[in-house]
């Protein structure tokens, strides 16, 4: 049974910084992983993407230069961490994992079918 475990979030004030960790418990068949996040009343947003085989990365806009997605994969770990956090960065941030075929691409788009449970961030204006 495979597991995707989601924690460190929790509340900070405007300006600082928060890593949230994702285990991977169990073996899954994937090499793209990623953080997605909802904020109340909002769709769900992909956030940052990594291709754990060769370590690329995406981000989306409103987070570049701000975030930066890492793996352990020694630790069967995927690290999210968020600096420079203002309030529209409150959601919920869910872990997910996708398996990107040969020649695709890992990013936000891909076939994300594994989730986690999610962990709130919280910024408050």
């Known amino acids: 049974h495979v597991q995707l475990a989601e924690y460190g979030g929790g509340s900070v004030q405007a300006g600082g910084s928060l890593r949230l960790s994702c285990l991977v418990i169990g073996y899954m068949p994937t090499n793209c992983m990623g953080w997605f996040r909802q904020a109340v009343g909002k769709e769900r947003e992909g956030v940052a993407t990594?291709?754990?085989?060769?370590?690329?990365?995406y981000y989306t806009d409103s987070v570049k230069g701000r975030f930066t997605i890492s793996q352990d994969n020694a630790k069967n770990e995927v690290y999210l961490q968020m600096n420079s956090l203002n309030p529209e960065d409150t959601a919920m941030y869910y872990c997910?994992?996708?398996?990107?075929?040969?020649?695709?691409?890992?990013?936000?788009?891909?076939?994300?079918?594994?989730w986690g449970q999610g962990t709130q961030v919280t910024v408050p204006s």
């Open positions: 990594i291709n754990t085989a060769d370590g690329s990365t």
């Open positions: 997910a994992a996708a398996s990107v075929p040969g020649g695709g691409i890992c990013d936000t788009g891909a076939d994300f079918r594994y």
